[in-house]
């Protein structure tokens, strides 16, 4: 699939807080907090044209503190975007995400969210009931979003969320999801982290283009 018009589309995320700079102990020790609203989505403002929503389950420490998403140094999922050929380089976001790297994924297609925005060490960290309430909560977003798929990046969360006990990784049957509307195809991937040791780069990237090419134009 081609990118649409080379314009620039309008979003509302904010540069990073820290002006380019890495975050301090101090700094990630900021935003540890219950703030549900921690970084800012890679979303047009119109919500229009979103082929691919890209869903983690919370935003880390550093992520939030620099406001990109997967931003942590070590984290797969740049790394893996770029070698499925999702990006004409490899996105640097650990001091921010770059505008024109933004613009890129906007006029891709490709949208960033996560199933809550409050930022913690490691995802295991939310309760039950966060998770739900986010997995909830995405769902109400979708009619206004309307992406042609969802992907989101971790198994254990989204069964938590979902209610979806024996779930696996891959395309999942929406009819069993309350209000999911059928419309939308739903993937669940592997979390991109450095932590999971069970899936590289090239595994990652090989189940993003898998993802990518099943999208309908």
Excluded: C
Excluded at 20 to 25: C, F, L
Excluded at 116 to 130: P, W, Y
Excluded at 172 to 199: F, K
């Amino acid at each position: 699939m081609k990118d649409v018009s080379e314009e620039s589309i309008a979003s509302n995320r904010r540069p990073s807080p820290l002006g380019g700079r890495k975050p301090t102990k101090d700094d990630l020790a900021a935003v540890s907090t219950d703030d549900p609203n921690a970084i800012d989505d890679v979303l047009p403002s119109d919500g229009s044209g979103v082929k691919m929503l890209i869903v983690g389950i919370n935003p880390g420490l550093w992520t939030a503190a620099v406001n990109a998403p997967f931003a942590r140094p070590g984290n797969r999922f740049w790394p893996s975007l770029h070698q499925a050929g999702l990006t004409d380089h490899q996105v640097d976001a650990s001091r921010g995400l770059d505008p024109a790297d933004e613009q890129q994924l906007l006029r891709r297609g490709i949208g960033l969210t996560n199933l809550t925005g409050r930022a913690t060490v490691r995802a295991d960290e939310l309760s039950r009931e966060e998770l739900r309430a986010g997995a909830d909560r995405l769902i109400d977003r979708l009619s206004a979003i309307r992406p042609h798929a969802v992907a989101i990046a971790g198994i254990t969360s989204f069964r938590i969320g979902y209610q979806q006990p024996k779930a696996r990784f891959g395309r999942q049957d929406t009819s069993l999801i309350a209000r999911w509307p059928s419309e939308v195809a739903l993937h669940v991937v592997p979390q991109p982290s450095g932590l999971n040791a069970h899936y590289q780069i090239a595994d990652l990237a090989r189940i993003w283009r898998e993802v990518w090419e099943s999208i309908d134009d």
